[in-house]
């Protein structure tokens, strides 16, 4: 281990739906040790998802000293630490005991629907949408909020008092990691809550009232890459400056170098997730896209254009979990090779509804086209093309709204697919390009630390730094790309009857 090295490790703390890691990286973006746990799933009624905030925290420091220990290195040796997460994702928690008040409800939880069929009148659409860039749904913050506050006894009574905090994942576990001196989350994070005014850079007070929800509850609001403190000396050895948090798919932005207005990348984890550059300007949708923050550095917002895809990976993950007709995530690829097509068999992953550009909520899954010939590879690779088409979903609204891409930029654990890959060019006719580095949104939580601790000096430094390992050409003939576009569109409109 160099002195130079020492000084300008990094480690990024990224958490997300379906597990919890935590990577070292050297300055040029090598990692030099990583550690994951797996986070269960909890769904105690139908529509319902829920974590365990606890043990989010506990993992979170296990993974670090994990991480540290197979880098061999100490905290001490680090410039800084970087924080991702899962977005929506909602803690409240006691602020004198730090112990959460009711499990953490996941972006991807549906139990406030009802509430956001009741609400939907125009002008509060309106409103919403031009004050946040998003839409009333149940995917985001602000109503797991108030959901919490009503049904565990005693809780708005507390919030009132100023007694509770809340707080998405990156909040909670800044809270943890500093030993309950800092309440913070950065506008990446705040911009998903449904109670983040875009304009303003601020929290919005009408919003905050409509609500009903305390401003006490809510976080500071800081930059993406800023100094959010210190780590409790105890926790890792020595204390370490916490120098970034961002949401983890704008992380993946800057992991991607996606720094140009225009420029666009694609994350298939457990969600898919496509965002889209548009500098300083607020993009307002009119294809039921998302305006977003992409990251604010020095006070300046960068703003996106988002569409968010509830189910990506998770598909797999059924498929492997649930009705395992697979051993592993590994094992997909090998079998959409082994058939020429699905033979019109299409399967539509609303286990939680459909993320835009439908938002419905009460749209559910379905395996559409089934015959006797249809087997396990049918159904497997049918999964594997429902990510592909729900991406065209979001590019063709994209092209609408403000730009058609001409390069997309692909990254996690479904990117590392070839063949899922070439299919995804395919569909969406453009070039599809995967990076050196598929962990693009662990390594954007530790370049913006390294802004942060002065081991980069600028946006510049990092876009330079960012690698191509691959790229995917459009090959199937357009009219055929089409025609299967086409079925998938027929498949999705049969599932939103099915829901309604």
């Given amino acids: 281990m160099t002195e130079s090295r020492s000084k300008t490790a990094l480690l990024a703390i990224d958490q997300g739906t379906t597990s919890t890691r935590a990577i070292v990286f050297d300055r040029l973006g090598n990692k030099l040790g990583v550690s994951q746990c797996e986070l ?30 197979e880098a061999k290195l100490q905290a001490s040796d680090l410039a800084a630490i970087g924080i991702t997460n899962q977005r929506e994702t909602t803690v409240v928690w006691d602020r004198k005991t730090g112990e959460p008040i009711h ?14 069929d009741e609400n939907s009148a125009a002008f509060l659409e309106q409103k919403l949408n031009l004050s946040t860039g998003l839409l009333l749904d149940p995917y985001f913050s602000a109503t797991k909020i108030a959901w919490m506050l009503d049904h565990v006894d005693g809780a708005r009574a507390r919030a009132e008092a100023g007694e509770l905090a809340f707080g998405t994942i990156d909040c909670w576990l800044l809270w943890n990691l500093t030993g309950g001196k800092v309440h913070a989350t950065d506008a ?8 983040y005014n875009l304009h303003t850079a601020d929290w ?12 006490s509850l809510l976080p500071e609001v ?36 996606c720094f140009q207005p225009g420029m666009i990348k694609s994350t298939y984890g457990t969600g898919c997730f496509v965002v889209l550059n548009t500098g300083n300007k607020a993009v307002q949708s009119e294809h039921r896209l998302l305006s977003t923050v992409a990251y604010r550095l020095n006070g300046e917002t960068t703003h996106a254009l988002e569409g968010s895809i509830f189910v990506a990976g998770a598909a797999v993950q059924w498929l492997r979990d649930a009705v395992h007709l697979i051993g592993s995530a590994a094992e997909t690829e090998a079998l959409a090779k082994t058939i020429p097509d699905t033979q019109g068999v299409y399967l539509v992953p609303a286990f939680t509804g459909l993320g835009a550009p439908y938002w419905d909520p009460r749209a559910r899954g379905a395996i559409l086209g089934l015959t006797r010939d249809s087997g396990i590879a049918h159904i497997v690779r049918a999964a594997l093309e429902s990510v592909c088409y729900q991406t065209r979903d979001l590019l063709d609204a994209m092209a609408k709204d403000a730009i058609a891409p001409t390069e997309l930029r692909v990254d996690g654990g479904m990117a590392v697919n070839d063949w899922l890959m070439q299919f995804l060019a395919d569909i969406v006719r453009v070039t599809v390009v995967r990076p050196q580095t598929v962990e693009t949104t662990a390594l954007g939580a530790a370049l913006l630390a390294g802004l942060t601790s002065g081991v980069y000096e600028s946006l510049d430094e990092i876009a330079a730094l960012w690698r191509a390992d691959a790229r995917f050409e459009p090959q199937m003939d357009a009219k055929r790309a089409d025609a299967l576009y086409a079925g998938w569109l027929a498949a999705v409109a049969r599932t939103r009857s099915a829901g309604a």
Avoid at 188 to 195: P, Q
Avoid at 204 to 215: E, I, T, V, Y
């Fill in 40 to 69: 269960p799933q909890s769904f105690p009624d139908s529509g319902w998802v829920e974590h365990d905030a606890a043990r989010i925290w506990t993992d979170t420091l296990a993974c670090a000293k994990g991480a540290l220990a």
């Fill in 204 to 215: 919005d007070d009408q919003l905050l009232a409509f609500f009903k929800l305390p401003r």
């Fill in 188 to 195: 990446t994070n705040a911009s998903r809550t449904l109670l």
């Fill in 103 to 116: 499990p953490a409800i996941v972006w991807q939880d549906r139990r406030t629907a009802n509430f956001c």
């Fill in 222 to 257: 800081r930059d993406s890459a800023a100094d959010y403190g210190q780590t409790d000396a105890e926790l890792l050895g020595s204390a370490v400056t916490i120098g970034a948090l961002v949401g983890d798919q704008q992380a993946a932005t800057v992991g991607q170098a």
